[in-house]
């Protein structure tokens, strides 16, 4: 069973660690740079990007991460989390940092003030079924990805689930709607991952 980290800085942490357990993985917070060494992959949740940002600047855990992820560990954003995986921001707050891990520009709050939260059906590559319940709260969306990301979904025109290697990331919030098909993805990108490792 492989050991997914929650990035518990700020954000919808624990929503994620339940539906990572529903997807038979074992799930933990990150807040340490030890505690990152010790997981299979990780979930950069919902909440702030800025925050996020800043608070793993001041936790040491900007470049532990940086590494980690550059050496393909499987990593899922969602919403904020998607923002932090971006190579570059459209349009970053003052000192706001990203990991990225995701060859692609992101527009933050895209969505508009009339429509900051939102839901939708969304079909997404690789999850089986009905479409996804799309949660969109003042969600970024994807302005552009360079050749090697597979866009996963759209929404009106625009990118809204993306995958690059062993990164995933998502402009909405599965972790908030009970479906678990998302986390189960992840879950299986983290298996492989493992298995190869260990080979
Ligand atoms: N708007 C937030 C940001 O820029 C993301 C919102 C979310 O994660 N729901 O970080």
């Not at 990035?7 to 660690?17: F, I």
């Not at 939102?118 to 990805?145: L, Q």
């Not at 189960?184 to 983290?190: D, H, R």
């Amino acid at each position: 069973t492989p050991l997914i980290g929650v990035l518990a800085l700020q954000g919808d942490v624990r929503e994620h660690l339940i539906a990572l357990a529903a997807a038979d993985a074992v799930a933990r917070p990150v807040r340490r740079p030890e505690e990152l060494a010790e997981v299979d992959g990780l979930v950069i949740p919902g909440g702030e990007s800025t925050t996020i940002s800043k608070l793993a600047a001041l936790f040491g855990l900007l470049e532990p991460l940086r590494e980690r992820i550059a050496a393909g560990m499987p990593v899922y954003g969602t919403c904020a989390g998607l923002i932090m995986l971006a190579d570059k921001i459209l349009d970053p707050r003052s000192g706001q940092e990203t990991l990225g891990g995701i060859d692609m520009i992101v527009r933050r709050n895209a969505f508009g003030r009339q429509n900051e939260s939102f839901e939708a059906a969304v079909a997404v590559t690789g999850v089986d079924g009905d479409p996804v319940e799309g949660v969109f709260i003042r969600a970024p969306w994807v302005e552009s990805v360079g050749a090697s990301v597979e866009v996963l979904a759209e929404h009106e025109g625009h990118i809204v689930a993306v995958r690059q290697g062993n990164a995933l990331a998502t402009s909405f919030h599965p972790e908030l709607t009970g479906d678990h098909r998302l986390h189960a993805l992840f879950t299986g990108m983290v298996r492989t991952a493992t298995a190869r490792t260990a080979a």
